[in-house]
């Protein structure tokens, strides 16, 4: 199952776009790939694209809340972006709030917050 | 005759063929039906002028149903359609077509406003005038008179039940066509500026609206790209747990969006009910006043209301 979700690597950012359904393999593997691939190239960012998702079970939800937790351990900041709007309904009503993950509507705005964020990194 | 695009009722009321022989069947309206309406053809060509003006003499002494019929063009068009339809109940045929065209007429009198008593008061003068031509027609043959009322009795039923459920369609379509204006007015969502939207929440907050402000609210957000979303619920007379917990959700879920969420309206009375409660609203950004509120949104997208005066840039409230 390794692999089947792809993780580009576009310059200091790591893009990882889901676009099948999330099993829960799937995501045990994503997260032990995404895991590597930070070690292995030391990106200071991590971009999940789940614009593709039309539902998320609490049980990916919550695999996806731990991998930013656990890249924010190894210094890479997680964004998730283009989340559906009845996605985050389904969310907030099952109480899974996933506070202290940032999100962004797009990966255009997901993008600009990490250059933003490198910006005020690099400057201080 | 037909005004703009009207419903399609045939669709509405699942009339296929299957369903038209469905109540033909349950209108016991046989073969043998309808070869005695075929045959008592002549017998309507030849009466259905008199039956026509009887049923009218019923509706013109009354005022309520006389009101319909305001000018003496209008009544002789529909004292034309009335011997049209009288005929077309004899055709033989009662397939989709003629269901069809049971409906229309059935449409019209619902768009008119034509009340069903005065509706079904007219059928009852109509079968009586049938009666009397009949027992006319088959001169001392009563037996005979009434087999010919029964099989027309069945067939002007059948049109009933298609007429009643026309006018049955069309109240629940204006019902439904309201309580989705209803809806959609519950929550306007204003676009303020460039990615800045606003919306104000008027009159209480139940379980279904809470439901609807948020999926209105979250769909708006990303369809118009909004980096903030400013609810305004000055307009919301109680502010209790259950609606705190809606906001609070609503929140949360416009967060995951990846989009932030500013609290305006709230008065002394509700900052005080809101802590009495207990109610935990410290995550959310919360202003008194609407203006406020403005300005923190206006400074998530790096944009600033500035005094035109160089000098005052700090009076920039109205």
Do not use: W
Not at chain 2, 72 to 86: D, I, W
């Amino acid at each position: 199952m390794a692999g089947s979700i792809p993780i580009l690597k576009i310059g200091p950012t790591l893009l990882a776009t889901i676009q099948i359904d999330l099993h829960d393999t799937v995501v045990d593997a994503f997260q032990n790939d995404v895991l590597l691939e930070i070690e292995k190239s030391g990106s200071s960012g991590l971009i999940i694209d789940i614009s593709a998702l039309e539902s998320v079970d609490s049980y990916v939800a919550r695999m996806l809340a731990n991998t930013a937790k656990m890249a924010k351990l190894m210094g890479t900041e997680t964004i998730i972006v283009g989340m559906q709007p009845a996605v985050a309904a389904t969310l907030v009503r099952m109480g899974y709030f996933m506070s202290g993950i940032r999100t962004a509507l797009s990966l255009q705005e997901g993008l600009e917050l990490q250059a933003e964020r490198r910006k005020t990194l690099d400057s201080e | 005759m037909e005004l703009g695009s009207q419903p399609d009722y045939m669709k509405i009321l699942k009339l296929d063929e299957d369903e038209v022989k469905r109540r033909l069947a349950f209108f016991e309206l046989t073969d043998e039906d309808f070869r005695r309406l075929t045959e008592l053809k002549s017998f309507a060509d030849r009466c259905t002028q008199d039956i026509t003006e009887g049923l009218y003499e019923l509706i013109m002494a009354y005022p309520e149903s006389r009101a319909f019929f305001p000018d003496q063009a209008t009544l002789a068009r529909v004292k034309r359609l009335q011997n049209a339809y009288f005929l077309h109940l004899f055709s033989g045929t009662y397939d989709l077509n003629y269901v069809r065209e049971r409906l229309r007429v059935g449409a019209a009198h619902e768009r008119i406003g034509m009340p069903p008593k005065l509706y079904l008061g007219a059928y009852r003068r109509y079968l009586a005038l049938i009666h009397e031509r009949l027992l006319d027609h088959f001169k001392g043959n009563d037996a005979e008179a009434s087999t010919a009322l029964a099989t027309i009795r069945k067939i002007i039923f059948f049109d009933m039940a298609l007429a009643f459920d026309t006018y049955i369609a069309a109240y629940l379509e204006t019902m439904t066509r309201h309580q989705a204006a209803i809806r959609e007015l519950s929550t306007p969502v204003i676009k303020v500026y460039d990615r800045v939207l606003l919306l104000p929440i008027v009159g209480t907050v139940d379980t279904q609206r809470a439901n609807q402000i948020m999926e209105t609210v979250l769909v708006q957000v990303v369809e118009q790209q909004a980096k903030v979303i400013i609810i305004d619920i000055a307009g919301v007379p109680v502010v209790d747990t259950k609606v705190a917990d809606h906001i609070l959700q609503t929140t949360a879920a416009v967060q995951l969006l990846g989009a932030r969420t500013v609290l305006t309206g709230i008065s002394a009375s509700v900052a005080r009910t809101v802590i009495q409660l207990g109610v935990e609203l410290t995550r959310v950004d919360t202003r008194a006043k609407l203006s406020e509120g403005i300005e923190v949104a206006l400074s998530i997208v790096g944009k600033k209301i500035a005094s035109k005066k160089p000098k005052k840039e700090s009076e920039d409230e109205e």
